[in-house]
């Protein structure tokens, strides 16, 4: 598992570093990622077959990383439905609201209330515009986020890659990477989305095609909620509503998991 003999792109010093039970997972740089390179790794991806990461706080929490793979057992990407899992995690999320407005109430998910809007339609997008964004979010992220390091991991995108890494930050949902790497794969589809980079229990995508308005805003935040309730349950708007305002015309998404 050397990733410099498939690649024109010269590394940094790393090394590989594999799960408990043995297997390589991925390879990471000894010191924080340089501007620029992360973009030049993307676009070699779909020839040398591996995929840039972006790792927060690695080795803070490097243990999460390599046990999960003996921990728990991933299904395929191919084995599940994204739509249908995002309308299960809503009914299940909005079906634990209590009845009265408040807190954990209906008003929460407003104007949709406990009723899914269903899945946003695909966006057009001009060829090249997915991979175009991802390296300028890369850099800037590079660039105003000190310590992160360099990982790269063989898969053919970065929604394969949360599996072929080890991936378990939302461990306290499902301890099945595959499923939140379906609605990953179909976020890449329908809005040019692509993997920048992951921390224990945080996911961070670029977006070629975020919404422009607010009611596309809503209904975007609807799957992020019902993707990540802890986004909005747990984060500063607290409210769907607040929540979709930042989402226009935002080229960047991120997700925690308590």
Same mark, same amino acid.
């Given at each position: 598992?050397?990733?410099?003999?498939?690649?024109?792109?010269?590394?940094?010093?790393?090394?590989?570093?594999?799960?408990?039970?043995?297997?390589?997972?991925?390879?990471?740089?000894?010191?924080?990622?340089?501007?620029?390179?992360?973009?030049?790794?993307?676009?070699?991806?779909?020839?040398?077959?591996?995929?840039?990461?972006?790792?927060? $706080?690695?080795?803070?929490?490097?243990?999460?990383?390599?046990?999960?793979?003996? !921990?728990?057992?991933?299904?395929?990407?191919? $084995?599940?439905?994204?739509?249908?899992?995002?309308?299960?995690?809503?009914?299940?999320?909005?079906?634990?609201?209590?009845?009265?407005?408040?807190?954990?109430?209906?008003?929460?998910?407003?104007?949709?209330?406990?009723?899914?809007?269903?899945?946003?339609?695909?966006?057009?997008?001009?060829?090249?515009?997915?991979?175009?964004?991802?390296?300028?979010?890369?850099?800037?992220?590079?660039?105003?986020?000190?310590?992160?390091?360099?990982?790269?991991?063989?898969?053919?995108?970065?929604?394969?890659?949360? !599996?072929?890494?080890?991936?378990?930050?939302?461990?306290?949902?499902?301890?099945?990477?595959?499923?939140?790497?379906?609605?990953?794969?179909?976020?890449?589809?329908?809005?040019?989305?692509?993997?920048?980079?992951?921390?224990?229990?945080?996911?961070?995508?670029?977006?070629?095609?975020?919404?422009?308005?607010?009611?596309?805003? !809503?209904?975007?935040?609807?799957?992020?909620?019902?993707?990540?309730?802890?986004?909005?349950?747990?984060?500063?708007?607290?409210?769907?509503?607040?929540?979709?305002?930042?989402?226009?015309?935002?080229?960047?998404?991120?997700?925690?998991?308590?």
């Amino acid at each position: 598992m050397d990733p410099q003999a498939s690649l024109s792109v010269p590394l940094p010093s790393g090394r590989v570093h594999s799960s408990y039970a043995g297997d390589p997972l991925l390879w990471v740089s000894d010191e924080p990622v340089a501007v620029g390179l992360w973009p030049r790794l993307l676009a070699e991806s779909p020839r040398s077959g591996w995929w840039p990461l972006l790792l927060d $706080d690695f080795d803070r929490h490097m243990d999460r990383f390599l046990e999960a793979p003996t !921990l728990t057992r991933f299904t395929s990407v191919t $084995d599940h439905d994204p739509a249908e899992l995002l309308a299960r995690w809503w009914g299940t999320y909005t079906g634990s609201f209590d009845p009265e407005p408040g807190e954990t109430g209906p008003d929460v998910t407003a104007p949709f209330g406990t009723d899914w809007p269903g899945t946003v339609p695909a966006a057009p997008l001009p060829q090249g515009a997915a991979d175009g964004t991802a390296a300028e979010c890369a850099d800037l992220l590079v660039e105003f986020v000190s310590g992160q390091r360099l990982g790269l991991v063989r898969a053919p995108s970065g929604a394969r890659a949360l !599996l072929a890494c080890g991936w378990s930050g939302a461990l306290n949902y499902d301890n099945d990477t595959a499923v939140f790497a379906a609605v990953v794969a179909d976020w890449e589809r329908r809005f040019g989305a692509r993997v920048l980079g992951l921390g224990f229990d945080t996911l961070t995508l670029s977006v070629a095609a975020p919404p422009t308005d607010l009611d596309q805003a !809503l209904r975007v935040a609807a799957e992020h909620f019902a993707f990540c309730p802890d986004q909005i349950l747990q984060g500063h708007a607290h409210r769907l509503r607040g929540y979709a305002g930042h989402l226009v015309d935002r080229p960047v998404w991120t997700f925690w998991w308590d």
